[in-house]
Each structure stands twice: as C-alpha cells, then as structure tokens.
C-alpha cells in the first residue's frame, strides 16, 4: 500500500517507537490533503533547491523526488534555485500534468541562479509581471539626494541574477484573474563559496534593504501580498535576521520556522544549518504562512518511505546524499484579512488608552473634577455606561454641570474616533 509522504506535514511521531502512529498518521493525512484540495482559499508552495551530484542517474533520481513529493499535492508554486541549464520541458516533466497545468518562468537575462513553476490554472502573470532585478536593484541605489540604498556588499551585482520578483494574479473557483488579489514572490539564491559567515549575512541584510525598498516604491498603494523565500544560505534565526533587519531599516519580517520531524531526524546528518526560509512582512502585504513542513527524502532513516526511490537507488547503486544538500519544504497559503483584524484591534486599543489617559489627565488637572473623584473613583471612559443605558446624569450645581459638560465631550470625541467599538468593551 502506498505511504504518503505527506505524513511528514504533520511533524508527528509515536511515543512507544518513536515513529509514526499508523492509524493517527492516515486520519491526518486524510484531514490535510481534503484542506488543501480546498482550491478557493489557498495557495500550495514547495521551496527545494534540488542541486546536487551531477554523475549519470542522479538527474532521473530528482525527477523520481519531484514526482513523488508532488504526488499527493498538486502545488501551485515550485520555488528552487540553481536550476542551471536545465531543459525546461524535460524539467516540467517530473511533475504530474505538467503539460496542462505548468509553466516555468526565470528573471529577465538569468536562468542560472533562480526559478519559478506555477500552477496556470490558479495563477497569471500580466505582461509586466515578471520584474527585471537588473534594473530594479540599479534603481534602488542612493543617489544624490534620494532614499535609495547605499550598497557596500556585492548584492549590487550578484544580486541581479540571483533575485527574482515576479507578480501574481490570483485566480481560483468563481474567483477571476481580474479580481485585484495578488501574489508578488520575492525568491532568492544567496552567495555561500567564498563568503564568509558574516559576509552572508551583510549581503542579506542589504538584500532586505532592497526588499523594504521595493516594498514603499512599487507596492506600496497596491493590494498585494508578499512572500520572500528561497536558499538563504545562513540560518536566518540563528543570525537573528529579523532583530537585524527591524533595527537597522524598520522592516518587520516574520520569519517561519521549520520544525523537526521526529528524533529518528538529525539536523547535522547531511546539512548542519537551516538555511531554507519562507518568510512575508508585518504590514499590509502580509500573507498567512501555514504549516510549513520539511520532506525528509534525503535520509536513510525515512527511504522506506519513499519506495520508488529506494528502488532507483538500489537498482543504479547511488548515494541518497547525492540528490541534494537541501530538504524539500512545504507550506500553503491563506489570504483572509487575519493580520488586518489584529492590526486594527492594536491601533484601536492604542488609541483607546490614549485617549483614556488624557480624559483621565484632564479630570486630574480640574479642580472640580478632584472633588468629584472623591465622592467616586473615575473609570476610563466616566459614565459612557450610564448614558448609553439611557440612564440620564442630572447635574445637582452649575459647577457639577459644566464638569458633566466637559466630560461628554471627550466621551463624545472617543465615541466618533472608535466608530463601532463600544467602548465599555474597554472599561
């Protein structure tokens, strides 16, 4: 019987054997793969850079993987890097209805570093979809009197060809092309041979220059969301890139992180670092990054999960290593309004206290108002309650009155500036 190996989105092991539970681990699978046949509110993204021995039969080996990892889950973004000089029928080839569903696209000038198949069926690329970094990143540099970014590393030249930034149009059920949600990926390959450590992480720190950059002068105004992945090559948590990142330019990343499996899975058995990343920024260009997930297909432990490889590999005599330096990841893809609800939630509550606190400094500064704190302690948002209740506060002096007067005019002015929130939600 064939074993998914999407059993692994799960990140699941049996505590007796340490691993899988059978029966847990098909009702899981089940559960997942009914989510993501689920075509109206999700985009499905494999992340690899498959780039690996290049002696006879390791080629058919990746078309094997890609088979396999792609069989159970027709993705709708393949993100990779080094694709080299790959043919690119032959390469649409190692995935399942390649002719009628997919299409590849490279950066303008490169096909070296960067790549990216997509599902034709739920995405569309518009003429100018399909950015020139060339001429991007040149433009994003300081001139005499601009906000460009002042480049010091060799991300000015390298990352030209190494970047590449395509704009999608989202279509998918009774949802049209036409219908203004967007997709712009950012993928990027960064440098490693030669580079030291801290050499990678200054081009990448520049690289996010270049990404909020881009961010305020060509999406700014523009209903699209962002997602940023790629080979990394440094281990972005470990270098605490979004720290880096959010003190030095004000970009906040967020960064997914990749769980491990089970205990049978070592992080140093091949590659010591994570360096494979999908990431979105804190802004109206966030997009949902959900369970993002890695497929072991390059260890020993797990080849009797994948048979057809097992196979191949015994009947060639190849090394499983050989196949890459990099694990598959996967993740999907949800574009509610999940960061705008949170987001509006803490503008509305910073306002609130704001405007709290200057009804309750302006009680303090009156001293009528100190008087009448005595006879009952105040509460944010003074007697909102009662007079939203139709309760009516009857003035017993002039001087009460006009303190009555002042206070329902700033509860008036919060009321205006809150909209629909009640405001004794707050109280």
Not at 5 to 31: A, G
Not at 339 to 345: A, D, I, P, R, T
């Amino acid at each position: 019987m064939y074993v998914s190996p999407h059993k692994y989105l799960y990140n699941k092991n049996d505590e007796n054997d340490n691993r899988f539970n059978q029966e847990e681990t098909y009702s899981n699978i089940l559960h997942e793969l009914i989510q993501l046949e689920k075509p109206e509110n999700i985009l499905r993204v494999f992340l690899w850079n498959s780039k690996g021995l290049t002696k006879k039969g390791y080629a058919k080996l990746r078309k094997i993987t890609n088979q396999i990892i792609t069989r159970d889950i027709q993705f709708d973004l393949y993100v990779t890097q080094e694709p080299l000089s790959i043919n690119e029928k032959n390469y649409l080839k190692s995935f399942n209805d390649s002719e009628k569903k997919y299409l590849i696209t490279y950066p303008p000038g490169s096909k070296k570093e960067v790549a990216i198949i997509y599902n034709k069926q739920k995405l569309s690329i518009d003429k100018d979809g399909i950015k020139n970094s060339y001429n991007l990143i040149e433009e994003s540099k300081r001139k005499d009197n601009n906000q460009g970014v002042e480049y010091t590393t060799d991300f000015l030249d390298k990352g030209k060809y190494r970047t590449q930034i395509v704009h999608f149009k989202i279509k998918w059920g009774d949802v049209k092309a036409n219908s203004g949600l967007k997709l712009c990926v950012i993928n990027i390959h960064s440098v490693y041979l030669g580079y030291s450590e801290e050499d990678r992480r200054d081009f990448l720190l520049e690289f996010f220059k270049f990404v909020n950059w881009y961010i305020n002068n060509k999406i700014a105004n523009e209903p699209i969301k962002l997602l940023i992945l790629g080979d990394f090559n440094l281990d972005l948590i470990e270098w605490k890139i979004e720290e880096k990142v959010f003190n030095t330019i004000g970009l906040k990343l967020v960064i997914s992180t990749t769980p491990n499996i089970d205990e049978n899975y070592s992080e140093t058995e091949i590659s010591k670092k994570k360096i494979d990343f999908f990431c979105t920024v804190f802004d109206e260009n966030y997009v949902n990054i959900r369970n993002v997930s890695k497929i072991p297909v390059r260890y020993k432990n797990y080849i009797n999960d994948f048979r057809d490889i097992q196979v191949y590999l015994n009947k060639k005599n190849l090394d499983i290593k050989g196949i890459s330096t990099h694990d598959p990841l996967f993740c999907y893809l949800t574009f509610d309004s999940t960061f705008n609800l949170v987001h509006e939630v803490y503008q509305e509550e910073a306002f609130f206290n704001q405007m709290g606190d200057l009804c309750l400094e302006d009680k303090k500064m009156s001293p009528k108002a100190k008087k009448s704190d005595k006879q009952q302690p105040a509460k944010r948002g003074g007697n909102i309650k009662k007079q939203e209740s139709g309760e009516k506060n009857v003035p017993q002096s002039v001087n009460k009155g006009k303190q009555v007067k002042e206070e329902e005019d700033i509860q008036n002015q919060l009321k205006r500036a809150m909209g629909v929130k009640k405001i004794e939600e707050f109280d």
